[in-house]
């Protein structure tokens, strides 16, 4: 593995990806910097996990930076979350997270470090500015990183694209290494009980209003409209004669629109101004757009508006793009751009 870099930053977490992501560059012979981002306030577990991190990088002889960024982390992610999901959105933390904080304010961290590249333990692939699926379909996580900019992709280093997760845990015990964190990060870091829990916390309360069908026909009443996301169909205490399914969530009303199955789909979507890692010029007609990280890429075509919003347009009706959620342009493996998610298309 060559690497021209004089000197590359590290992302850790304490994760295992991350971990081996930095004893791989060590041992390439790339002069690395360990950076441990303190996201969320200090708990037992945390401050363990940073000890051990310490411990492992102290053995290699890889120098540790900890910032403490609980105030940033806030600021940025987590109020703007606790915001849009209580005006009814389903914003999607990491779309801000990766290029805000990771590719933001790490990265800057990093450079006053003397760091000329960016390393994390993400699955997928940056080249030359490019980004690309990584190798292992169940854990790519390109869809993540589709509104980090490609000027910070040029200098950014991936390198278990084209690597497994047994993979990783199989490197890490061939050199007698245990994480500091052994669990398996999932869904919102920020989240470590219920969407309830975190409202709760922020003081949101639910604010009671209508159920209603397309047609306006009222069939129920809600506690609040963060309660309920699209897609929905268990937990709405509706009797009606079909099973019924969250459509659409209205802020301005404060009304939760249900419908059939057949409501839930939708031709496509319009974002808000996208991040371009590919000149919309150069892009194809046939493409692939994904509006969730577990949802499979649709066949669309994608217009650029002069404000550099995008529409895309399925070639068949697919599952409702849920607003404040990402949407990825893909060709083939690689991402050609990245938008939050504004509006449903209701017609082709």
Not at 219 to 242: D, N, P
Not at 286 to 294: A, M
């Amino acid at each position: 593995m060559r690497h021209p870099a004089p000197s590359c930053a590290v992302a850790v977490s304490g994760g295992a990806d991350s971990l081996l992501t930095l004893l791989l560059l060590q041992e390439a012979g790339v002069p690395t910097h360990a950076v441990h981002g303190r996201f969320l306030p200090p708990s037992a577990h945390s401050r363990l996990r940073e000890e051990r991190l310490a411990a492992v990088c102290a053995a290699r002889g890889i120098t540790l930076t900890v910032l403490d960024l609980t105030e940033t982390f806030a600021r940025t992610v987590v109020q703007p979350f606790v915001r849009d999901y209580a005006a009814g959105r389903t914003p999607n933390p990491c779309a801000t997270c990766n290029p805000t904080m990771k590719w933001g304010v790490l990265w800057e961290e990093a450079r006053a470090l003397g760091a000329t590249t960016f390393a994390t333990g993400h699955y997928a692939c940056a080249r030359d500015g490019m980004l690309l699926r990584g190798a292992d379909p169940t854990k790519d996580q390109s869809y993540f990183l589709a509104m980090v900019s490609q000027e910070r992709l040029r200098h950014t280093l991936l390198p278990l694209g084209g690597r497994t997760k047994a993979w990783v845990r199989a490197e890490l015990a061939r050199r007698g290494i245990t994480p500091p964190e052994e669990r398996e990060s999932q869904d919102i870091c920020f989240v470590p009980g219920t969407y309830h829990d975190l409202m709760a916390a922020h003081g949101v309360p639910g604010t009671p209003g209508p159920i209603v069908l397309a047609d306006g026909t009222p069939v129920g009443r809600h506690q609040g409209l963060w309660r309920f996301t699209i897609g929905q169909r268990r937990g709405l205490g509706i009797a009606y004669r079909e099973p019924l399914f969250v459509i659409a969530k209205d802020p301005a009303t404060n009304t939760v629109i249900v419908g059939p199955k057949s409501a839930t789909l939708a031709w496509g979507c319009r974002t808000q101004p996208a991040n371009f890692l590919a000149p919309p010029t150069t892009w194809p007609q046939e493409l692939l757009v994904q509006t969730s990280f577990r949802q499979k890429p649709q066949p669309a075509r994608v217009t650029v508006a002069a404000d550099q919003t995008l529409t895309i347009r399925f070639q068949a009706p697919g599952p409702r793009p849920t607003p404040g959620q990402l949407a990825a342009v893909y060709h083939g493996d690689r991402v050609l751009a990245g938008a939050i998610i504004h509006a449903p298309l209701e017609a082709a």
